[in-house]
């Protein structure tokens, strides 16, 4: 007997919308997680509490434009949440230590600042330059110089 026809018909359908979405995107957000990560175990895990933050509010992945990038901004809140690089202080001020990642530990203090806060905590850059107390154009500047250093780095 299928365990599915003794629930109410929102929570099957709840189930198989959010398995669609596993077997369509789980697998790339594994593959992003691990990279991110570095630790299969905690990509796992992670990828675990984002389909269950997925399952609670599934409508609005299923019935979006585009559900690939509102999984992946999820997946960064995730990651986020559960593995934040550790904050040095340095000069006085707050500055991100780069985690095990073969991009990031290329980067200058300043690229990984600037990398790692709109990519990890999706803060824009009128934010970061605030935050560090820079121009806009510096900060743009610095992300251009993190970019080309991964794009340099991915050519190899």
């Known amino acids: ?13 709840n ?9 369509r995107y789980g697998s790339l957000l594994l593959g992003y997680i691990t990279e991110v990560l570095k630790d299969a175990n905690l990509a796992e895990q992670c990828l675990i509490e984002v389909f269950k933050q997925v ?38 001020s707050d500055s991100w230590t780069a985690a095990a990642n073969k991009y990031t530990g290329l980067m200058s203090a300043e690229q990984q600042q600037v990398f790692c806060g709109i990519h990890y905590q999706q803060k824009n850059l ?21 970019l ?3 794009r340099n780095e991915q050519k190899r």
Request: proline fraction near 4%; hydrophobic fraction near 35%.
């Open 1 to 13: 007997m299928d365990l599915k026809f003794n629930q109410p018909q929102s929570t099957v359908n």
């Open 15 to 23: 189930y198989n919308a959010t398995y669609a979405l596993y077997q």
């Open 55 to 92: 399952q609670a509010k599934v409508g609005e992945y299923v019935y979006a434009d585009n559900p690939w990038l509102k999984l992946q901004r999820l997946t960064r809140n995730v990651i986020c949440s559960h593995h934040k690089p550790a904050v040095t202080k340095e000069n006085g």
């Open 126 to 146: 009128d934010m970061l330059a605030t935050e560090l107390n820079k121009t806009q154009e510096h900060i743009r500047q610095l992300l251009r110089e993190a």
């Open 148 to 150: 080309i250093i991964i």
